[in-house]
């Protein structure tokens, strides 16, 4: 199975996602966009689980 990961990064929030296409979403994240280093941070980690 092909997975692929995505990221909408805006001003107020990122969205990080996991999944096999566009209507099969397997994980997300949502959290504030806080400084680029904690927000890096959130979304590494999200990537490495």
């Known amino acids: 199975m092909i997975l692929y990961g995505g990221i909408e990064a805006g001003g107020t929030?990122?969205?990080c996602?996991?999944?096999t296409g566009p209507?099969?979403?397997q994980a997300e994240s949502r959290f504030?966009?806080?400084t680029p280093e904690e927000t890096i941070?959130?979304?590494i980690y999200f990537f490495k689980e």
Request: net charge negative.
């Open 23 to 25: 209507d099969d979403i």
């Open 41 to 43: 941070q959130q979304a």
């Open 13 to 15: 929030k990122f969205v």
């Open 17 to 19: 996602t996991v999944s």
């Open 32 to 34: 504030p966009t806080t």
